[in-house]
């Protein structure tokens, strides 16, 4: 036989159920990478860069980044609509500085924003390390889906498997939440080099969600304890 405390724990949980969802990752669910952006509404943008007259190459406007437990996405526009792929000096590239520490890792173009662990060429992922550009090691499950891909377009977004890792040591690219990385994009082009940078937290989940997540808990406890007494 149930209890009025069991029953009430129990609704409790259902609660949890939303609230988890609602606010236990940042955007679980939400970013699909399909070229439509209305997703990303709700997602605060993190840099922006002014329109520096680049014609040649893609000149960075805006830059945002989300992730779940499964993905961490990116999202950046351009002032001018341009073919991203198809940037002098081999395209857009993208550096992940895991340990957000300026000094370990490849200082890209020496302008002292990021030292990166792990790169993006396009689509290509490859390794970095302090003082060297592509270590030759590798990445593991780093599969870059971005939309629209080789394309005249205004905006690009990407999702890269948050389990991705490099080949040699650390391996963790991305951190557990709570943990903080530094993110460039940028173009190798001569003259109209152009980049767009910023920090990103991997936000913990509100404190209400965490107590949701203990009375669930308690919750099934009392709801076994309640099968084995029925």
């Known amino acids: 036989m149930r209890t009025k405390f069991s029953k009430m724990v129990t609704g409790c949980l259902g609660l949890m159920v939303t609230i988890a969802l609602a606010g236990g990752t940042p955007v679980a669910g939400a970013i699909v990478v399909d070229g439509n952006i209305s997703d990303w509404d709700d997602v605060p943008t993190l840099a922006t860069s002014i329109d520096n007259g680049i014609t040649a190459s893609a000149d960075f406007a805006t830059l945002k980044v989300a992730h779940d437990d499964n993905f961490v996405y990116f999202l950046y526009t351009l002032h001018t609509d341009f073919n991203p792929q198809t940037s002098p000096g081999g395209g857009v590239f993208l550096s992940i500085d895991s340990d957000n520490n300026t000094s370990t890792g490849f200082n890209v173009f020496s302008l002292g924003v990021v030292g990166s662990e792990a790169a993006w060429q396009n689509d290509f992922p490859f390794e970095q390390a302090t003082g060297v550009f592509n270590t030759g090691a590798g990445l ?91």
Do not use: C, K, W
Request: no cysteine; net charge negative.
């Open 140 to 230: 593991t499950n780093a599969t870059y889906a971005a939309s629209p891909f080789g394309a005249v377009t205004s905006l690009v977004e990407i999702s890269i498997p948050r389990n991705a890792q490099r080949n040699t040591g650390p391996a963790d690219i991305f951190p557990a939440d709570g943990g903080t990385i530094g993110v460039i994009f940028y173009t190798d082009a001569g003259a109209d080099l152009d980049y767009i940078n910023g920090s990103y937290t991997f936000a913990v989940p509100e404190p209400a969600s965490a107590l949701m997540l203990g009375m669930g808990g308690l919750a099934m406890m009392v709801r076994r304890r309640s099968t084995n007494h029925s």
